[in-house]
Nanobody, 119 residues
Framework: QVQLVESGGGLVQPGESLRLSCAASGMIFSIAAMGWYRQAPGKQRELVADIRESTNYADSVKGRFTISRDNTKNTVYLQMNSLKPEDTAVYYC???????????????WGQGTQVTVSS
């Protein structure tokens, strides 16, 4: 059984920073890609950033957010700087994981963590 567990959300003021973490656990053989999505009230879930051999960012967060990955810990991070009220959303971790024993690659989601940017 593979699980993704996020942490690090919270309430901050505009211009402040937050760091999200997402740890994958279970019978993991390999992780092809990890990323972060977000969903604001009344809006569709959207890609924020992902990381494979390279990184990819939504235009709205380029220059403010940085995604990184620690393969030894099966963990992905999202450093969010210069936060804006429009960044308010539930942030979800996502990963393509090949698990044991059958080595089937599936896509997994975390439970989500709330990020609120407000003065």
């Amino acid at each position: 059984q593979v699980q993704l567990v996020e942490s690090g959300g919270g309430l901050v003021q505009p211009g402040e920073s937050l760091r999200l973490s997402c740890a994958a656990s279970g019978m993991i053989f390999s992780i092809a890609a990890m990323g972060w999505y977000r969903q604001a009230p009344g809006k569709q879930r959207e890609l924020v950033a992902d990381i494979r051999e390279s990184t990819n960012y939504a235009d709205s967060v380029k220059g403010r957010f940085t995604i990184s990955r620690d393969n030894t810990k099966n963990t992905v991070y999202l450093q969010m700087n210069s936060l804006k009220p429009e960044d308010t959303a539930v942030y979800y971790c996502n990963a393509d994981i090949r698990s044991l024993p059958k080595l089937v690659q599936l896509n997994y989601w975390g439970q989500g963590t709330q990020v609120t940017v407000s003065s």
